[in-house]
């Protein structure tokens, strides 16, 4: 069975300094790690995924297969990074494309 | 820009209405998903549809079903509404090849 599981629910930080998300997960195959986030008053929307190797909004996450982990980091949060981050899996299959998302971590940057 | 538009935004029922919710998306994704949004449990697939009339029971369809008779509308079916289906609905879509989710902006369902 696929899970993800991301154990904060919630985070505070102050302004200026680093920030880590935790999402391990478990899964048998070679699946594709996301991180959502949901500003307030706005929709879900894709942050980055692991296999862009992309930085967004300087936002990174590195998929440690031997871990089984998808951290989110950024080095110097701000105060506009306060959101709820969702990390989700998605198997590979040929139809659907389910999505598993973790149970959510709700960040706030504090001044 | 993908849109995925859900029909209203807020919405009150009584116990055991029949509640529709509706899902539209522009952008001719095969995929589509409907979740339920609550605190400290994130999100949760009710069912999900990867063709027109096509669907598969995600993790807590009970209570819910759906339909897809265009390939655009997803709509998520409460046949006889519960306060337990007091929730923030997602609905989401997603082109197979490219398996990035867009989602709407919700639509916050009180059963009373």
Redesign the interface.
């Known amino acids: 069975a696929q899970r993800v599981t991301q154990p904060e629910k919630l985070l505070s930080v102050f302004k200026g300094a680093p920030v880590e998300l935790k999402c391990n997960y478990s899964y048998s195959g070679s699946p594709e790690l996301f991180w959502y986030v949901q500003y307030s008053r706005q929709r879900l929307q894709l942050l980055l995924r692991h296999i862009s190797r992309e930085s967004i909004k300087g936002f990174t996450a590195d998929l440690n297969k031997g871990e089984t982990s998808f951290h989110l980091k950024k080095p110097f949060a701000q105060e506009e990074d306060s959101a709820m981050y969702y990390c989700a899996l998605s198997p590979k299959t040929n139809t659907g494309n389910q999505f598993y998302f973790g149970t959510g971590t709700s960040l706030t940057v504090i001044p | 820009d993908v849109k995925v538009t859900q029909s209203s935004r807020y919405l009150v029922k009584r116990t055991g209405e029949k509640v529709f919710l509706e899902c539209v998306q522009d952008m001719d994704h095969e995929?589509m998903?409907w979740?339920r949004q609550d605190p400290?449990?994130?999100?949760?697939?009710i069912y999900?549809s990867?063709d027109v009339k096509m669907k598969?029971k995600?993790d807590i369809p009970e209570g819910y079903s759906v339909s897809r008779e265009k390939k655009e509308r997803f709509s998520l079916i409460l046949e006889s509404a519960s306060t337990n289906q007091t929730s923030m609905y997602?609905c989401?879509s997603?082109e197979?090849a490219k398996?990035?989710?867009?989602?709407?902006?919700?639509t916050r369902l009180s059963v009373l």
């Open positions: 995929n998903f979740y400290g449990l994130g999100l949760r697939l999900f990867y598969e995600g997602l989401a997603s197979g398996n990035i989710q867009y989602f709407g902006a919700g």
